[in-house]
């Protein structure tokens, strides 16, 4: 098997993909009604909500449109800070739907600073939310989300809603008690399981933003999910295998413990930098910042990006992602996120230092991994 | 293992569970785009369509509001034919986005006739779109969809959207040769695979459509979902476990072959029907139009239908759906879709008859299984 170090799908635990294959039950039963309530459960230690989480058969995406759609209507004024392509999808997702959209764009490779945040708010008040993702994906950026959203509620009275799709399970989010309207996340992150489900956790001024909110939808509502969670079933046929697994991997990772997982997640990405240093790669993030999921470094002058993954791939059986958008090319990114052996992680350096050799890039002298 | 015998989810086949619990791949990687590929042409001899197969991770619900929000704009006159609660939801999605939706509703049980949805087109020419169910999965009724494609084509210039969610795999359905615009199908009903992925064919009448289509979208967007597929990739992160189970089911399928696969079907059911005719029990669906995919009979008199189903899943591990919505505690439905084994559906006909008798009902003496 190859060593998947992209920013999700993550490798997936053997007893995880054991579950995968589980024999269907029905989706509107009373197994599925406790797998349900388990799971719900099972995700709560994580987004330190006491509201509602509810889940979602679709993508990260797919959930983020969620989150727009159940809060708001066509014409409200939306901030929309993007410091990446998942910021930008965000406040492209409000405009198709008719949202009057602010954009605040950050310099890729930097974080939203509270204070600009707080700035934009203050430039022109009445914003109906504001659209922000926890950890960019296209730039391994982590913005420091209890600031801004201290910032947010301290300037406005905008929700906050937050991509959090490749942060959460893994590094601390505090959702009620920094005030996180309306959170959204991935199964395919930091949840040890194949993608399929996204989640969302809705504290009590989205839902009440929800109540007056008329952009249109169905598949995605928030309240067909609630009111069909409240008798343990989805709202429609779920995608149960990927539930199976969530099951199995939530019973893991509390085990562990979500803070043992914080730690373990910013112990291996304070390594994998070092190790990205060492080999002279300049880290794409600004450091105060870098995201502590995913890794993006910039490709040396003089080595092909595409080439670079490509040896990677072909040579080691390393899977990492390259640049998105106006990035490809420019900068690889490196996951480390969800089920991980530290092992894993010093292969992958190991082939990329490989790789870089066989492309030409001459590795400093003091370099070892 | 309970017997599962509802509308889909379905039995998965062993060696598609074992498909499931494969690790992780690159969904952006020479792994996916050959996967994507495969699944794809493994589609085509059941939809027969020369035309796009594009690949949604939702359900069927998702892709039936795919199907409106991309082919239509707000206030769009929409003829929304329900024969069941699926059609109604059909017709439902299609006003929450702002269509000018007139219903053409029929008896729950029975079949939209041709000729009823001819005078429909004509009474008020001008529609953009029909809406319709193949079979509904509420009454266990198939629309004559053949000769309601021609009345439509006939008579109106409209887009025929049809949902195929319960039918498409298991009965004939001519995408091409019958002019069925856009066509959907969710991996869980006739594909041996559990749910997660959903199914769009789409024609040129509905990709022209789309170029004018303004009702909002962005996950569901067809457009993204053909521009990626012709780079072998997904336009968000898919439901990667699903499609490595529908490549190995779609390989089984072709190998037992579309027509194979129908004759079994149609079979089946038949006998399921006779068989629940010599038990007493009374077809829902009209039987000129009784589905091959599920089967719905009345709850007898004096038989609490609640009942009837814990029994059937408590005494003798056979899990049926009872009915939806207004329907509820009045009939039951079997499945007998997909992946089955004769000797399955026959032990779940006589755990319906030991149920039936636990409860107080009276089996004609001439019924036997």
Redesign the interface.
């Known amino acids: 098997?190859?060593n998947?170090r992209?920013p999700?799908?993550?490798?997936?635990p053997d007893n995880v993909?054991?579950a995968?294959?589980?024999?269907?039950?029905?989706?509107?039963?009373p197994e599925y009604a406790a797998l349900l309530g388990r799971v719900t459960e099972g995700l709560r230690p994580f987004f330190r909500t006491e509201h509602d989480i509810l889940i979602y058969?679709?993508?990260?995406?797919?959930v983020m449109?969620a989150a727009i759609v159940n809060t708001l209507s066509p014409g409200d004024r939306v901030l929309a800070v993007s410091i990446g392509s998942f910021g930008d999808r965000f406040g492209?997702?409000a405009e198709?739907?008719?949202a009057d959209v602010t954009r605040l764009n950050v310099e890729w490779g930097m974080a939203a600073e509270p204070d600009v945040v707080g700035a934009a708010l203050r430039a022109a008040p009445g914003y109906k939310a504001v659209l922000i993702t926890h950890n960019e994906t296209s730039t391994g950026v982590e913005n420091p989300i209890e600031a801004i959203a201290e910032v947010v509620h301290a300037e406005s009275d905008a929700l906050l809603l937050v991509d959090a799709v490749s942060s959460m399970g893994c590094v601390p989010v505090e959702t009620d008690a920094w005030g996180l309207d309306l959170i959204v996340t991935?199964s395919?992150k930091g949840w040890e399981v194949?993608?399929?489900l996204a989640m969302a956790a809705v504290g009590p001024r989205a839902w009440q933003a929800f109540e007056s909110a008329t952009?249109?939808?169905?598949?995605?509502d928030l309240g067909k999910h609630r009111d069909y969670a409240a008798i343990g079933q989805p709202?429609?046929?779920?995608?149960?295998?990927?539930m199976y697994g969530l099951d199995v991997s939530l019973k893991r990772m509390n085990e562990e413990g979500a803070d043992a997982i914080f730690a373990r997640h910013a112990a291996a990405a304070a390594r994998v930098r070092g190790q990205m240093e060492a080999l002279g790669l300049q880290l794409f993030a600004d450091p105060r910042y870098a995201s502590n999921t995913i890794t993006a470094v910039s490709v040396p002058d003089g080595v092909d990006g595409k080439a670079l993954t490509a040896t990677m791939?072909e040579e080691h059986d390393v899977?990492i992602?390259g640049g998105q958008g106006k990035l490809a090319g420019q900068i690889i990114r490196f996951g480390h996120l969800g089920w991980f052996q530290q092992r894993d992680l010093d292969e992958a350096v190991e082939a990329l230092r490989a790789s870089l050799i066989t492309l030409g890039y001459q590795v400093p002298a003091a370099a070892s991994v």
Request: one cysteine or more; aromatic letters at 8%; proline letters at 13%.
């Open positions: 098997m190859a998947l992209i999700g799908p993550t490798p997936i993909r054991e995968l294959s589980a024999q269907m039950i029905n989706h509107r039963g058969t679709c993508s990260g995406t797919g449109e492209t997702i198709v739907y008719g991935g395919q194949p993608p399929g952009m249109p939808r169905f598949y995605l709202p429609w046929t779920p995608a149960v295998s990927v791939r899977v992602a």
